[in-house]
């Protein structure tokens, strides 16, 4: 059952701060002036806390249905709150001059969640004595029920006023327990609690694509991921690198549209807002964690927190883990984050918080494998590759050392699966909050990240597309080989076969040798190469090394000033933001392997073979076919961007709400594109295998590219609170993304408008939004390989339109069960795309790739007796969506199943449980990007990724 403590935060008396008078007596002594009408006492107990300056408790299961009286005048703080709640069935339990407790006839049984109201106007997870114990969301059952229409929010509003119910934003709230509850594998999959939102998380614990509202997936634009209201980086993409959902963390807020362009860089989408517990002032408190999964991993989190001194508090938390990953694997990959803070809270209410984090991360990732096509359309394994449990990647891979240009530095470059991708940051960081006066505040944030990752992922059937796929027996056959029409001699036009019968004097036909054990089956072994791992199948599987450095400085600063009288209540925000995003980028030397389809895939040699079955000598480099053949080669950028913004909320009356607010940005763009030699560089002398030079090279200079872009981002919204169960809103807004610069040079930003309306809902055991909206996106600018040419990046123009509406609702008929229902139905449509400024015209009014229409999410739950905890199941529906903007593939709808159960084994042990696909379906989340834009079936095959099997999670919580 929810509840809810109103924080405030106290506004200090010239009394109490030259020690006249003990605090608590000069706060019930004070005289304020009120101005409160009657109204429902969710939020009449809000508006007094914020006029008086203190903070009140109160449990939803008492304010549930009470209205308050009006209070109009000068009266002391204590005489105002008993005059507000006399003629309702509330009573003032105690009140020491700073803290009101609220409660009914008889003690609340029901547990208290927190949300402070701090200085910058943001709701931040409170820490107060009745919150903080269950602010880690560990053994907390509570089901939504109508009060989580009256939780103040704080993700895209700048007032502490504004609750979901009348906001004109489109606001998600995730608890600690929603989080828990969802039990998520990775950080993206906690973006499926937003409605609107289209995870694919079938990359592995970190780099998922996700988008909203009908933006071409496969990607993150539009969408910014915080942490405690700073975009973890600038850019928006590549966040989840950085980021990992974790025990310090409480709560999440989104916001779609709206005021996300506005209040957050390049979130004109979306504004995924991870709240982080802060420091306890009050007493130590403490948890654990530990977890295991069915697929092999373990984790143990871990929080502690405490003062130190008057007004001064710390806490540190974080987790380390040995990873398997939800695929089958032979490596183990470990990581460990730590955060900790620094608190300290002036009398006066203001604050200042210093943060730090640490991380050193290794993670798998998980590319594409080839399915199978049925004759009726159903998509199934390849024998050997098990779609829901298999991963091509494993001991093949371990080690490649792979030729380079000598201007990078490496002449031999390492790559690794076994590495995985392993990421290293330090983030530094300072908040301030400073009360002028009762009525206005300046606020200030700034963090610094330096970061870095060395990304090891491999990519079957990359470049090659499916025309890599076929039989082993073809690839050593040369009339057929996919390998024919290669030309491995730079200054030769002699073909692949062709250099390999004048290397190799007296060849009489070609083999395959396993790298790893040396094993030899020849051309003429047809029995063995067509019963190669069941099916006899060869691929080609791109080795894609990318280390990318980042020291990305952030700010956010201004002022927040609340004014009003009579029946207009206003707060205006106005700030700054600057930002400073330095990157350094190498994907040098990418190099095409051969390998066989299987779990756990075999690398292979191609030989030459004497007629005497002897090898003569190899046609690959440990299994390398060709080098430097695909990725973004080198680049250095760096992106200074001065924002300035504003926001305001008015309220007219109790039921009209109008706000609007708009952010200037001037970013400047410099970007060190590496050029490329006019002769590539030769490969390191005795180097095995035909090709003669490293492919692409790096000449060792730079060619600079500088530009200045300027945009604008605004928006404006209107709620009108019909009565108090019904309320209505509307709002436009139009936002950017920055592009910054890489190597095709520098990007001006992409506009993004949006429009949304809708109906809010609340009562007794039911609340509910209805939203419609559409989403108009011109001029999207994206890269693709094109499959003519694998070593060139192409580039696409596209405009999107899409209209949608969306639900969100929870019903909870009685006390004991809730449902809750997520669903969004939208038709997104391509038109204008051009190909490297070539128009064309054949995708006009085609679904956009990896874009779903059909998004739905149905989550029952059941209380169970005596505060023992709940059992809830999950319904999640994907609708059918395309791999390619031609839409070519379709790739079918499906509807994973789960169940999970929390249980307070006592006060202090929460024991969790979550069972993900229990049916054991399959579904597909993405085809071939790198295909191109139009991808095809062959020969019954092409490439994709799928969803993982049924698996299971266990936790157990302790607070100690």
């Known amino acids: 059952m929810r509840s809810q403590i109103l924080t405030i935060p106290l506004v200090s008396m010239v009394a109490i701060a030259a020690g006249i008078v003990s605090p608590a007596v000069a706060a019930q002594a004070t005289v304020r002036n009120f101005d409160i009408p009657r109204q429902p006492a969710t939020t009449g107990l809000v508006r007094f806390a914020q006029q008086a300056g203190i903070q009140i408790l109160a449990p939803s299961d008492v304010t549930r249905g009470q209205t308050v009286s009006a209070v109009k005048g000068q009266l002391s703080i204590e005489e105002g709150l008993k005059r507000l709640i006399g003629p309702s069935h509330l009573r003032l339990l105690s009140f020491d001059g700073r803290t009101a407790v609220i409660g009914a006839g008889k003690p609340a049984a029901t547990r208290t969640v927190g949300y402070t109201l701090p200085q910058d106007g943001g709701a931040r997870p409170g820490n107060s004595p009745a919150a903080t114990a269950d602010d880690s969301g560990a053994a907390d059952t509570e089901q939504a029920d109508d009060g989580a229409q009256n939780e103040i929010i704080v993700t895209g509003n700048t007032s502490d006023r504004r609750t979901l119910f009348n906001s004109s934003s489109n606001v998600t709230l995730a608890s600690a327990a929603d989080l828990l509850r969802k039990a998520p594998r990775s950080t993206a999959e906690t973006l499926e609690l937003v409605p609107g939102i289209f995870v694919e998380g079938t990359a592995g614990p970190i780099s998922n694509n996700y988008s909203v509202r009908g933006l071409r997936g496969g990607g993150q634009t539009f969408i910014t991921l915080e942490e405690d209201g700073m975009p973890i980086l600038y850019g928006g993409g590549g966040a989840d690198f950085y980021f990992q959902n974790d025990i310090t963390i409480n709560r999440l807020e989104a916001v779609e549209g709206g005021t996300s362009g506005v209040l957050a860089p390049n979130g004109a989408g979306a504004t995924i807002n991870f709240i982080s517990l802060k420091p306890d002032h009050d007493k130590a408190r403490a948890m654990v964690r530990y977890t295991g999964t069915t697929y092999g991993d373990l984790r143990a989190d871990g929080y502690f927190s405490a003062p130190i001194a008057d007004g001064w508090a710390f806490n540190v938390g974080g987790y380390v883990t040995s990873q398997k990953g939800v695929r089958r694997t032979p490596f183990t990959f470990n990581a460990y984050d730590v955060k900790a803070m620094l608190e300290k809270k002036f009398a006066n209410g203001g604050l200042v918080r210093f943060t730090v984090k640490h991380g050193d991360k290794h993670f798998p990732y998980y590319a594409g494998m080839p399915f199978r096509v049925a004759a009726d359309g159903t998509i ?60 206005l505040r300046l606020f200030g944030r700034a963090r610094y990240l330096d970061g870095s990752y060395d ?33 491995p001699l730079q200054a030769s036009p002699l073909t692949y076969f062709q250099v390999a019968a004048l290397r190799f004097p007296g060849v009489a036909q070609y083999g395959l040798r396993n790298i790893r054990t040396g094993q030899v089956i020849a051309a003429s072994n047809t029995a063995a190469l067509n019963g190669l791992n069941g099916n006899g199948l060869l691929q080609q599987t791109v080795l894609n090394h990318q280390t990318l450095s980042t020291k990305d400085f952030g700010s956010d600063f201004g002022v927040k000033w609340d004014f009003g009288g009579g029946n207009i209540d206003n707060s205006l925000t106005v700030g700054g933001m600057v930002y400073n995003v330095r990157r350094s980028n190498n994907q040098s030397a990418v190099a095409t392997v051969l390998n066989d389809v299987r779990n756990d895939s075999n690398v292979y040699d191609m030989v030459a073979l004497n007629a005497a079955g002897g090898v003569l000598g190899s046609l690959t480099n440990n299994g390398m076919v060709n080098y430097g053949n695909w990725g973004q080669g080198l680049f250095n950028d760096e992106v200074t961007s001065l924002s300035a913004y504003f926001n305001d909320e008015l309220t007219i009356g109790d039921r009209l709400h109008i706000d609007f607010g708009a952010r200037y940005e001037h970013q400047h763009v410099r970007v060190d594109i590496g050029n490329s030699a006019a002769v590539n560089a030769a490969v390191p002398a005795g180097t095995p295998g035909l090709y003669d030079n490293v492919g692409s090279t790096f000449s060792g200079t730079y060619t600079r590219q500088t530009a200045n872009y300027s945009d604008w981002a605004y928006t404006a919204g209107i709620n009108y609170e019909l009565t108090d169960h019904v309320a209505l809103y509307v709002r436009g807004a139009r936002g950017f993304q920055t592009n910054g610069g890489d190597t095709g040079g520098t990007h001006a930003p992409t506009a993004l408008t949006l429009y949304e309306g809708g109906v809010r809902f609340k009562a007794n055991g039911f609340n509910a939004s209805v939203i419609g909206f559409r989403t108009e996106f011109r001029d999207q600018n994206y890269q693709f390989i094109d499959p003519a040419n694998p070593a060139q990046a192409s580039n696409a123009l596209a405009d999107n339109f899409t209209n949608g509406v969306q639900l969100d609702a929870t019903l909870r008929p009685v006390d004991f069960f809730s449902l809750n229902v997520q669903g969004v139905y939208q038709d997104p449509k391509l038109s204008n795309l051009r190909f490297n400024g070539v128009a064309q015209p054949q995708y006009d009014g085609n679904t956009p790739e990896r874009t779903p229409k059909k998004l739905l999410t149905v989550t029952p739950s059941f209380v169970l007796p005596g505060g023992l905890g709940e059992i809830y199941g999950r319904y999640k529906y994907i609708g059918k969506i395309f791999a390619d903007s031609g839409n070519g593939i379709a790739l079918p709808d499906y509807g994973v199943f789960s169940i999970g159960a929390s249980i307070d084994a006592t006060p202090r042990l929460n024991l969790s449980v979550s069972v993900d696909n229990l049916t054991d379906v399959k579904g597909f989340t993405e085809g071939n990007p790198r295909q191109g834009q139009t991808q095809t079936i062959v020969d019954g095959y092409f490439y994709g990724r799928a969803i993982v099997g049924r698996n299971a999670l266990i936790s157990a919580t302790l607070k100690l």
Not at 403 to 419: I, K, M
Not at 463 to 480: D, R
């Open 380 to 439: 199934g394994s390849v024998p050997g590759l098990d779609l829901k449990r298999d991963d091509a990647g494993g001991r093949g891979f371990t080690q490649f050392l792979v030729p380079n240009a000598p201007a990078t530095g490496e002449s031999l470059r390492r790559f690794s699966s076994a590495d995985g991708i392993h990421v290293k940051a330090n983030t530094y960081r300072i908040d301030v909050e400073v009360p002028v006066s009762p009525s």
């Open 455 to 487: 990304f090891n992922g491999i990519f079957p059937g990359s470049g090659s597309g499916t025309a890599g796929l076929t039989s082993a027996l073809n690839y050593l056959t040369p009339a057929s080989s996919p390998l024919a029409g290669l030309t």
